[in-house]
């Protein structure tokens, strides 16, 4: 399953005073990361990408074409989004769960096909869980789930795909897991995380948004600095090379109780 890629640029981004003027670029094959504290409005930009909010004003152009003038279907057969959280509880096997991301390239009253169910296990084997394909989805961990989201992803063949906090609830290893995943995929991501370490790690360039507006950007090593997390985080924080990887680890420094005097005597 060979991935396709496309470039992602908005263009003064907007919505209803949670996002403004937001320009962004995502280049074909590259992975990007929105960062910030909680509120800064990168849910709100990934929406207004993939649809589920309509912007106030800007655009969001893939490879030079409008998003909102794409009907849900069209959207569909180039983006792709892994949420949160899916919502899905009841009793589908994971490998009907997958075979939904054909939907936008058939007919509404179209079953699943062998073909279908081909490009679900090839998925489900790139994600690396085809042993779970029989398996009700409700019965996966959550770092299991997180794959079979991303597999189900892959089998609408994106262009883009956009992930808002894929690790959340996750475990460190499914962490590590997920993320790994997602940067060998060769699809052009866009994903928002907080973990600034991970972030770094798995990111080839960063934004930084604080109150709904993008504040800095560029590869994490440019980005992530003292003086950047003092301002939008409101933290003390050392940044240095990881000793293994080279890229920038966030050492965050304890502040004292409030009202407690830390001096020597």
């Known amino acids: 399953m060979t991935p396709r890629t496309a470039e992602l640029r908005t263009e003064s981004l907007s919505y209803a005073g949670r996002l403004y003027e937001a320009d962004l670029v995502a280049r074909p094959g590259e992975t990007?990361?929105?960062?910030?504290?909680?509120?800064?409005?990168?849910?709100?930009?990934?929406?207004?990408?993939?649809?589920?909010?309509?912007?106030?004003?800007?655009?969001?152009?893939?490879?030079?074409?409008?998003?909102?003038?794409l009907g849900p279907r069209a959207r569909a057969r180039r983006v792709a989004t892994v949420p949160q959280e899916s919502g899905l509880e009841f009793e589908l096997t994971v490998r009907e769960l997958v075979a939904l991301g054909r939907s936008p390239h058939k007919r509404f009253w179209e079953g699943d096909t062998e073909r279908d169910r081909?490009?679900?296990?090839?998925?489900?084997?790139?994600?690396?869980?085809?042993?779970?394909?029989?398996?009700?989805?409700?019965?996966?961990?959550?770092?299991?789930?997180?794959?079979?989201?991303v597999a189900r992803a892959?089998?609408?063949?994106?262009?883009?795909?956009v992930l808002d906090e894929p690790t959340n609830h996750?475990?460190?290893?499914?962490?590590?897991?997920?993320?790994?995943?997602?940067?060998?995929?060769?699809?052009?991501?866009?994903?928002?995380?907080?973990?600034?370490?991970?972030a770094a790690a798995y990111c080839d360039r960063l934004y930084v948004l604080d109150r709904g507006r993008i504040v800095a950007e560029g590869p994490p090593a440019e980005v992530l600095t003292p003086a950047l997390l003092a301002a939008v985080y409101g933290v003390e924080a050392e940044v240095i090379p990881h000793p293994a990887t080279g890229t920038p680890l966030v050492v965050y420094l304890p502040r004292p109780p409030v009202g407690q005097n830390l001096s020597v005597m």
Do not use: F, M
């Not at 892959?154 to 795909?161: I, K, M, N, S, T």
């Open 118 to 149: 081909e490009r679900a296990d090839a998925a489900l084997d790139r994600v690396g869980i085809l042993d779970l394909a029989d398996r009700p989805y409700p019965a996966l961990s959550g770092g299991e789930r997180q794959r079979a989201l």
């Open 170 to 198: 996750l475990d460190i290893r499914y962490q590590l897991e997920v993320l790994s995943l997602v940067r060998d995929l060769g699809t052009t991501n866009l994903l928002a995380l907080h973990d600034l370490t991970l």
């Open 32 to 69: 990007v990361g929105l960062v910030g504290p909680n509120g800064s409005g990168k849910t709100t930009l990934l929406r207004c990408v993939y649809g589920t909010l309509a912007a106030t004003s800007g655009r969001a152009l893939l490879d030079g074409d409008d998003l909102r003038t």
């Open 154 to 161: 892959l089998v609408q063949d994106p262009a883009l795909l």
